[in-house]
């Protein structure tokens, strides 16, 4: 049974326009949430958390929204580069554990010049 | 800072040889843990250790081994090789940037047994 599912295998976005990726989860007990991203060869490089305590948080380009009723949470890119084009993984936790995240599959977004 | 570096690159196995991975930080965290990628799917918890000497299985632990001597080591070890052991493994530590915690990540071992 997964318990982080994120539903979109891939993305495509046009250079400039929003990027949205989302992330549900079943397990109740997961309170702090990642999301990370990752260019073949390489490893996930952290881009920004949540904690269930809030239901938005910002850095930069990137915002995570979180609705905890429906399990869900998103991440949003704007503007979208193509320097953006990686796969990105929602991760969740219980605890405010960064460690022992469980992973979602990814999602591959492109952004098209 | 190197952050979290892993040896080998790549490594080609014979089903049953054994080799160690080795995993290392100089960010001085006390969190470390091994993960596994197979092709298509998201990362998968081996173990994980809190401190030198205190490790502890994750998901998927069956065939794998580790050991933490120092703060700065994290190697996991592959006994008796199997085809189903082909992965990729990253190995993370765990810290902050700025107010959120986070795990920093190597950029990863790519295994084949055969």
């Known amino acids: 049974d997964q318990q982080v599912k994120q539903n979109s295998p891939s993305l495509s976005v046009q250079e400039g326009r929003i990027s949205i990726l989302n992330c549900d989860y079943t397990?109740?007990?997961?309170?702090?949430f990642l999301w990370y991203k990752k260019y073949p060869a390489e490893g996930p490089t952290f881009l920004i958390s949540?904690?269930?305590?809030?239901d938005k948080n910002e850095d930069g380009r990137f915002t995570v929204f979180l609705n905890k009723s429906a399990k869900h949470l998103s991440l949003h890119i704007v503007p979208s580069q193509p320097g953006d084009s990686a796969v990105y993984f929602c991760a969740a936790s219980a605890g405010t554990n960064a460690g022992k995240s469980t992973f979602g599959d990814g999602t591959t977004l492109t952004v098209k010049p | 800072n190197a952050g979290v570096t892993q040896t080998p690159k790549f490594r080609i196995l014979k089903i049953g040889q054994s080799m160690t991975l080795q995993c290392t930080q100089d960010m001085n965290h006390n969190y470390m843990y091994w993960y596994r990628q197979d092709p298509g799917m998201g990362l998968k918890l081996i173990y994980y250790?809190?401190?030198?000497?205190?490790?502890d299985k994750g998901e998927v632990p069956n065939g794998y081994n580790v050991s933490r001597s120092t703060t700065e080591d994290f190697p996991l070890r592959l006994e008796l090789a199997a085809p189903s052991q082909t992965s990729v493994y990253f190995c993370?530590?765990?810290?902050?940037?700025?107010?959120?915690?986070?795990?920093?990540f190597g950029p990863g071992t790519r295994l084949l047994v055969l």
């Open positions: 993370a530590s765990r810290g902050h940037r700025g107010r959120q915690e986070t795990q920093y």
């Open positions: 949540i904690s269930s305590i809030k």
């Open positions: 397990n109740s007990m997961f309170d702090y």
């Open positions: 250790s809190v401190g030198a000497g205190i490790t």
